[in-house]
């Protein structure tokens, strides 16, 4: 059975993806800050599958290192990861950015990733073998009002998304990005600070996706013949046409 690696796994679509990795078997290595949600995923999976916890920040390179190069041999053969730790923090206009929103968000969503992908991929590379899945965003195709610094972010992600698959085509590993528009997860209590009224504002009046649905569609890509990569993909609800035209009556 394969060997799944997931980071942000304890909330939203990286939980929803475990969930539906562990229902068709794969082994699942779910990572995170949170340990109570992490122990609290691996008790409710472990009735259907093996499961091993990552205990890390992402912006902690030696960590993230050391952990998963120190899997147990259960869990050391890494077949597929999926990069979707990440979040927005703020929604400001440029010239009343706050920098630690931005530290945050350049060292999770870019530099956190290529932490873990660096940590995971000489052993695909050595085993020419592997299925790489990176998390990006609607706003890693197209940057909105006060999204700057997000976008921008996500814009990386998705140049990284391409550059992996070029430099890992050699070896016969297949590298996809999947860019969700909105999903009610907690994203937006995130973005605002905890701030629950306004994170609720941002799906008023139209049905957004659900963290499922990016799970579902993650398991179809995973589960194509070898020779199928779905290498990029934009997914949004009906109700969305754009990252700033929502048809709030849907
Ligand atoms: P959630 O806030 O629900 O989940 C975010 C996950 O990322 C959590 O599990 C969190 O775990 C983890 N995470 C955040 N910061 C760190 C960190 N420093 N180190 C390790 N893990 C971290 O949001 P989503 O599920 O919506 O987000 C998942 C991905 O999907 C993100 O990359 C996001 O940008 C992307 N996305 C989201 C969309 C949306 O509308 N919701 C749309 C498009 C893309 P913990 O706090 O335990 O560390
Ligand atoms: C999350 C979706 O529209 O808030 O990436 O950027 S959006």
Same mark, same amino acid.
């Given at each position: 059975?394969?060997?799944?690696?997931?980071?942000?796994?304890?909330?939203?679509?990286?939980?929803?993806?475990?969930?539906?990795?562990?229902?068709?078997?794969?082994?699942?290595?779910?990572?995170?800050?949170?340990?109570?949600?992490?122990?609290?995923?691996?008790?409710?999976?472990?009735?259907?599958?093996?499961?091993?916890?990552?205990?890390?920040?992402?912006?902690?390179?030696?960590?993230? =290192? +050391?952990? @998963?190069?120190?899997?147990?041999?259960?869990?050391?053969?890494?077949? %597929?990861? /999926? &990069?979707?730790? *990440?979040?927005?923090?703020? =929604? +400001?206009? @440029?010239?009343?950015?706050?920098?630690?929103?931005?530290?945050?968000? %350049?060292? /999770? &969503?870019?530099? *956190?990733?290529?932490?873990?992908?660096?940590?995971?991929?000489?052993?695909?590379?050595?085993?020419?073998?592997?299925? %790489?899945?990176?998390?990006?965003?609607?706003?890693?195709?197209?940057?909105?009002?006060?999204?700057?610094?997000?976008?921008?972010?996500?814009?990386?992600?998705?140049?990284?998304?391409?550059?992996?698959?070029?430099?890992?085509?050699?070896?016969?590993?297949?590298?996809?990005?999947?860019?969700?528009?909105?999903?009610?997860?907690?994203?937006?209590?995130?973005?605002?600070?905890?701030?629950?009224?306004?994170?609720?504002?941002?799906?008023?009046?139209?049905?957004?996706?659900?963290?499922?649905?990016?799970?579902?569609?993650?398991?179809?890509?995973?589960?194509?013949?070898?020779?199928?990569?779905?290498?990029?993909?934009?997914?949004?609800?009906?109700?969305?046409?754009?990252?700033?035209?929502?048809?709030?009556?849907?």
């Amino acid at each position: 059975m394969k060997t799944a690696l997931i980071t942000g796994a304890t909330s939203g679509i990286g939980r929803a993806t475990a969930r539906v990795l562990a229902q068709q078997q794969y082994k699942i290595i779910l990572c995170g800050r949170r340990e109570d949600r992490l122990m609290e995923l691996k008790e409710e999976l472990s009735a259907m599958t093996s499961v091993h916890t990552l205990l890390f920040d992402v912006r902690d390179k030696k960590n993230v =290192l +050391d952990s @998963i190069t120190g899997l147990p041999e259960d869990f050391a053969i890494i077949d %597929i990861l /999926i &990069n979707n730790a *990440g979040n927005a923090h703020g =929604l +400001d206009p @440029i010239q009343n950015g706050d920098p630690e929103d931005w530290d945050a968000m %350049i060292d /999770i &969503n870019i530099k *956190g990733l290529l932490y873990v992908s660096k940590a995971v991929i000489p052993g695909m590379v050595e085993r020419k073998s592997g299925h %790489i899945i990176n998390i990006g965003s609607t706003a890693a195709k197209e940057v909105y009002p006060n999204g700057n610094v997000y976008c921008a972010t996500k814009h990386a992600v998705d140049a990284i998304n391409q550059g992996m698959r070029m430099d890992l085509n050699a070896y016969g590993i297949r590298v996809g990005g999947i860019h969700p528009g909105m999903v009610a997860t907690e994203f937006s209590e995130v973005r605002f600070k905890g701030d629950a009224a306004r994170a609720a504002n941002v799906y008023k009046g139209f049905t957004p996706l659900q963290p499922e649905d990016i799970a579902d569609i993650i398991q179809f890509v995973l589960s194509r013949p070898y020779h199928v990569n779905i290498a990029d993909l934009v997914v949004m609800s009906t109700a969305q046409a754009s990252s700033t035209i929502v048809n709030r009556s849907l």
